[in-house]
């Protein structure tokens, strides 16, 4: 099940109509990336990923977060303590009668997740990212 809402994501250096996002991505990762929907928690593969590597944008490709930065947040979705320096943005999402802090790839606009201020140090920060915005790759 997915919860949001589909909003144009423009001034990105990566553009592209939304037939060839549908064509490029899979269903529920249009639903994520493109109308900022989001997947059930605990649904993600990424949960159990332990190795070394690099996980990237699956709109785009672009590296996200290192595989460094990842902890188990027990949220059930995909957890970080920061971003690779200037590959995601942020911009204020008052949807659902909440204010957080929506996390986007800076390159492509998709929709990735929220950054919330309850995370383990070194940032103190949990950038809580739905796991189908996202594809690994290992070192």
Same mark, same amino acid.
Request: glycine share 10%; proline share 7%.
């Given at each position: +099940?997915?919860?949001?809402?589909?909003? !144009?994501?423009?001034?990105? =250096?990566? !553009? %592209?109509?939304?037939? &060839?996002? %549908? *064509?490029?991505?899979?269903?529920?990762?249009?639903?994520?990336?493109?109308?900022?929907?989001? &997947?059930?928690?605990?649904?993600?593969?990424?949960?159990?990923?332990?190795?070394?590597?690099?996980?990237?944008?699956? $709109?785009?490709?672009?590296?996200? #977060?290192?595989?460094?930065?990842?902890?188990?947040?027990?949220?059930?979705? =995909?957890?970080?303590?920061?971003?690779?320096?200037?590959?995601?943005?942020?911009?204020?999402?008052?949807? #659902?009668? +909440?204010?957080?802090?929506?996390?986007?790839? *800076?390159?492509? $606009?998709?929709?990735?997740?929220?950054?919330?201020?309850?995370?383990?140090?070194?940032? $103190?920060?949990?950038?809580? +990212?739905?796991?189908?915005?996202?594809?690994?790759?290992?070192?």
């Amino acid at each position: +099940m997915f919860f949001g809402k589909k909003t !144009q994501t423009t001034d990105f =250096p990566i !553009q %592209r109509s939304e037939a &060839e996002w %549908r *064509a490029a991505l899979s269903p529920a990762a249009y639903k994520v990336l493109r109308e900022h929907g989001t &997947e059930r928690a605990g649904t993600s593969p990424l949960n159990a990923e332990k190795r070394a590597g690099v996980y990237h944008c699956a $709109g785009c490709d672009t590296p996200l #977060f290192d595989a460094e930065a990842k902890f188990e947040s027990g949220t059930g979705w =995909p957890s970080f303590t920061s971003p690779i320096a200037g590959n995601v943005g942020e911009s204020e999402d008052n949807s #659902f009668f +909440m204010r957080r802090t929506e996390v986007h790839c *800076a390159a492509c $606009g998709g929709h990735l997740g929220h950054v919330f201020p309850d995370g383990p140090e070194p940032t $103190g920060l949990r950038y809580c +990212m739905n796991g189908v915005s996202l594809h690994f790759k290992p070192e």
